[in-house]
């Protein structure tokens, strides 16, 4: 599976869009709404949401031509509780979030998102304190946030991030430092072939709490520095004959 990047930080993508409203998006908007950010191609919300027919399920996704397809898909299924937008997660969903009816938000996930490994990209990662912010805002207490990724170098970043806020917990019975199985009755295509290659899926499940939200520039200053705890300082070169 070859993943297709576009910078999020073009001038196209910092547009804001403005996104519907659930009354504009489903045929039953009181139902509780799971979001999944970075959807792809949307598979995984397509069976999510026939399994799932209680609860309404939204997919945003920064490529557009992904976004039209998965859309196809569900209209050709006929899913009203199911849609697909195209977006930049980090510009358009905070108004989107902050206009939801409190406890609508059931559950976020973030599955398998693109790697950005040099430091001038690490601003093109998709869980950005501001929209992570956002999230603990639209997110009531009690209510899930999911993480998960084949690559530390991706997910440990995110989990510093998430930890550093104070607006999350992960439940006591859960594994460290990974969760060891998916909560969720759905795998995403790429979870299935990462773990058909037997492959380690590294996963995080948050429940938020009832801590207040900080505000997306103090949560900016407190994860400064802290990148991917993975990482270890290289050695001190060694020391050449005659040094002191």
Not at 81 to 104: D, K, M, Q, R, V
Not at 225 to 234: F, K, R
Request: aromatic share 6%; hydrophobic share 40%.
């Amino acid at each position: 599976m070859v993943r297709q990047h576009v910078n999020p930080l073009s001038r196209f993508f910092q547009l804001e869009r403005s996104l519907p409203p659930p009354g504009e998006l489903f045929a039953n908007p009181a139902q509780p709404i799971q979001l999944d950010i970075g959807c792809a191609r949307g598979r995984f919300l397509l069976a999510l949401a026939q399994q799932q027919a209680g609860s309404n399920h939204l997919g945003v996704e920064i490529r557009r031509p992904l976004v039209d397809a998965a859309e196809a898909d569900r209209q050709r299924l006929a899913l009203t509780n199911l849609h697909y937008l195209f977006c930049n997660a980090n510009i358009s969903l905070e108004t989107w979030l902050a206009a939801l009816p409190p406890g609508l938000l059931e559950r976020v996930t973030i599955q398998f998102p693109d790697p950005w490994f040099k430091l001038k990209h690490h601003k093109r990662r998709v869980l950005q304190p501001a929209l992570l912010c956002s999230l603990a805002g639209a997110l009531a207490p009690g209510r899930e946030l999911f993480l998960q990724s084949d690559v530390l170098a991706v997910i440990e970043p995110m989990v510093a991030v998430v930890e550093a806020s104070g607006c999350f917990a992960r439940p006591e019975a859960d594994a460290r430092p990974w969760r060891q199985a998916n909560p969720l009755p759905v795998a995403t295509e790429r979870e299935r072939l990462v773990m058909g290659q037997g492959l380690p899926v590294y996963r995080v499940l948050y429940l938020r709490n009832e801590a207040p939200v900080p505000s997306p520039q103090s949560l900016e200053d407190g994860a400064e520095g802290v990148d991917n705890p993975a990482t270890t300082p290289a050695p001190e070169p060694a020391a050449t004959p005659g040094s002191p």
